[in-house]
């Protein structure tokens, strides 16, 4: 991996794990046409995903302060909540969904229907529920829309703030509410892979180059940190059918390549 390789994938974990366009669609289009080597973007990964999680922390900083005082207080058992419907879609269906982020077939398919249940979102977004208003079944929901994200080129923020405005929650509270729910799982992803990383069974650090991770980090970390804070503004604005036109007309086009132009295009298929 290369130092501009490591800098454009760091861009984009950053950008995409929190605006609605789907991280893991977006990282293994780019590492096939970057062609990077899988078992390196799998270490990089890791990486990325600690410098994603401190760009979470750091916005959301006083909301954790308040819940580690607090555990057992009701956003974060609702946290809790939210959590399980993904762990046990992980457990019994874990193997098949890794074998998809193998086959760029699912790439167009996942994005436009990412698109689709943006353009939905702001046609039903209007709700008013808070924190006191949500429910154990609203969490469970919103979970299991966590849990169909696990697909690469379905987003997580996409399906969560598109399943919370369906339920009726407030605009602001579902962005919210869809961020601290993305603590559990990115912790999770680096947890899971660094096992991977520390059995020897990825790319090894220096293979990659410490500085090509580092600059990795320091790009995911600065640009995630600026995802968080256009992606609140958009669902606040209701401004998310403009990332549906990208990620369909992404979709499409991939589609396409892979309908018409696979042969000249090694990468896509």
């Known amino acids: 991996m290369e ?3 490591a800098i454009i994938l760091g861009v984009i974990q950053g950008l995409t794990e929190f605006l609605p366009v789907s991280s893991s669609g977006h990282l293994v289009f780019f590492q096939r ?11 990089f990964s890791v990486a990325v995903h600690v410098a994603t999680l401190f760009a979470v922390i750091f916005v959301y900083w006083k909301k954790i302060l308040e819940m580690l005082k607090r555990p057992f207080s009701k956003l ?34 996942g994005f436009i229907f990412t698109g ?8 039903v977004g209007n709700g008013k529920k808070g924190l006191n208003e949500l429910k154990t079944s609203d969490s469970l929901l919103i979970g ?3 849990g169909i994200a696990l697909f690469p080129a379905v987003s997580r923020s996409g399906m969560t703030i598109t399943t919370s405005l369906a339920l009726g929650l407030e605009r602001g509270f579902a962005a919210d509410f869809s961020f601290l729910m993305s603590i559990p799982p990115i912790l999770g992803a680096v947890l899971l892979d660094g096992v991977d990383v520390v059995k020897g069974n990825t790319a090894s650090i220096e293979s990659i180059g410490a500085l090509n991770l580092l600059a990795g980090m320091i790009a995911a970390g600065i640009t995630g940190f600026f995802a968080i804070k256009l992606m609140l503004a ?8 403009y990332f549906s036109y990208y990620v369909i007309t992404l979709g499409t086009i991939i589609i396409v390549a892979q309908l018409f132009f696979k042969d000249s295009l090694s990468w896509l298929k």
Not at 33 to 43: C, I, K, S, W
Not at 79 to 107: Q, W
Not at 116 to 123: H, N, P, Q, V, Y
């Open 76 to 109: 974060p058992m609702q946290i809790v909540v939210a959590t399980i419907p993904a762990v046990i879609l992980t457990l019994l269906f874990g193997d098949f969904i890794e074998s998809t982020y193998v086959n760029p077939v699912v790439l167009g398919p």
């Open 33 to 43: 046409l970057l062609g990077v080597d899988e078992a390196a973007v799998l270490t």
């Open 3 to 5: 130092l501009f390789d």
């Open 234 to 241: 958009a669902v606040k604005k209701m401004k998310l059918k």
């Open 116 to 123: 689709l249940a943006l353009i939905f979102s702001e046609k």
């Open 144 to 146: 299991a829309a966590q």
